[in-house]
């Protein structure tokens, strides 16, 4: 079976997918991935702008036509923080719909936060004892905790890079006002949690997820993703000491000539940066790994668990004549 997930977020639709072999991980087989760039199309009232909905309903059709050239059988599309937000959330996905024939579901940041921290806690086993998950998205900061499959805690907040970035205006050279500005902010939505979290305990292992933590770890010299999912890759706050001041001394474009920041990502790079780096300190983290797995892995586990509790699984087909299924979040996301 060939399962596929299609992830539209603030910076890009990317398509994961996956050869089911019983007893082998899910690892992907091909990638696609489409441009959406919807954070710069953000207006001030909350609504994506008409640009930006015209750009993610055409990346979400061609990546739905990739997926029915690779032979897809399920395919499960879901938005996150940029779109589920959006005051006109939806109308995009009305629009998505009309344009490549599905409906995407969208999470809540709790969700997504149980589902990344299911991906990590088994990327590194049952030895990882408790786990601390720290997951910086577009839109929202997920921070999940646990000793299990299931966390015992899991909360979003709105610390998303590219949110923040928006905010305090950080796309481009920032001072040091601004980003005194940004610190005092993010302290201040993380102290709503950082009280819990201590009281859980210390972590045996702090694991961070996404494009952002992977691009910092890189900045820092971690190995290229092409070395491939099994390299160990590390983050420390002291890297991201010495990363914050020399991000903000730099254009977007000059930070999109260092190595491993990518050009769609350059204008947030910063803001993820010091919201990272602000969280190792409110947590008491000197340095988290890095995994390779992530919210879309932890969405194919959990169809995995749910197809091997329940056989009879009923899908629901794509509304063109194609080969790729569509399966509702809803059915294949249980708590």
């Keep these: 079976m060939r399962l596929a997930v299609l992830d539209i977020g603030s910076n890009s639709a990317q398509l994961q997918v996956v050869d089911v072999v019983a007893g082998a991980p899910p690892l992907s087989t091909h990638a696609v991935k489409e441009p959406t760039l919807l954070a710069e199309e953000l207006l001030p009232d909350g609504t994506l702008s008409e640009r930006g909905i015209e750009r993610a309903a055409a990346a979400v059709g061609r990546a739905v036509a990739a997926a029915v050239r690779l032979d897809v059988d399920?395919?499960?599309?879901?938005?996150?923080?940029a779109i589920r937000d959006a005051v006109n959330r939806d109308l995009v996905i009305e629009r998505i719909a009309e344009a490549s024939g599905i409906r995407p579901q969208y999470l809540s940041g709790e969700e997504e936060g149980r589902l990344t921290y299911l991906a990590a806690h088994?990327?590194?086993?049952?030895s990882a004892g408790r786990l601390l998950l720290v997951d910086i998205g577009g839109g929202s900061m997920e921070i999940a905790f646990g000793r299990d499959?299931?966390?015992?805690?899991?909360?979003?907040?709105?610390l998303g890079a590219g949110r923040l970035s928006r905010e305090f205006d950080a796309?481009?050279?920032?001072?040091?006002?601004?980003?005194?500005?940004?610190?005092?902010?993010?302290?201040?939505?993380?102290s709503e949690v950082t009280d819990r979290l201590r009281w859980?305990?210390?972590p045996r292992r702090a694991v961070a997820t996404s494009k952002t933590f992977k691009q910092l770890a890189r900045l820092a010299g971690a190995p290229p993703q092409r070395k491939g999912p099994f390299?160990?890759?590390?983050?420390?706050?002291?890297?991201?000491?010495?990363?914050?001041?020399?991000l903000a001394k730099l254009t977007s474009a000059e930070r999109a000539r260092l190595r491993g920041v990518s050009q769609a990502r350059s204008g947030q790079i910063l803001a993820g940066a010091l919201v990272a780096e602000a969280t190792m300190a409110a947590l008491d983290v000197d340095s988290v790994e890095v995994s390779p797995w992530a919210l879309r892995e932890g969405i194919m586990l959990r169809h995995?668990?749910?197809?091997?509790?329940?056989?009879?699984l009923s899908l629901q087909p794509l509304s063109r004549s194609d080969s790729a299924t569509v399966v509702p979040l809803s059915t294949a996301v249980d708590h």
Aim: aromatic share 8%; proline share 7%; charged share 30%.
């Design 171 to 190: 796309a481009e050279q920032t001072s040091r006002r601004q980003l005194k500005a940004m610190r005092k902010h993010v302290r201040g939505t993380l």
């Design 122 to 126: 088994r990327w590194y086993g049952w």
């Design 304 to 312: 995995l668990e749910a197809v091997a509790e329940r056989p009879a």
């Design 231 to 246: 390299v160990r890759r590390s983050l420390s706050r002291a890297d991201l000491k010495e990363i914050v001041p020399r």
């Design 149 to 158: 499959v299931e966390p015992e805690l899991a909360v979003s907040l709105p």
């Design 74 to 81: 399920q395919l499960y599309p879901f938005v996150t923080a």
């Design 200 to 202: 859980e305990g210390t």
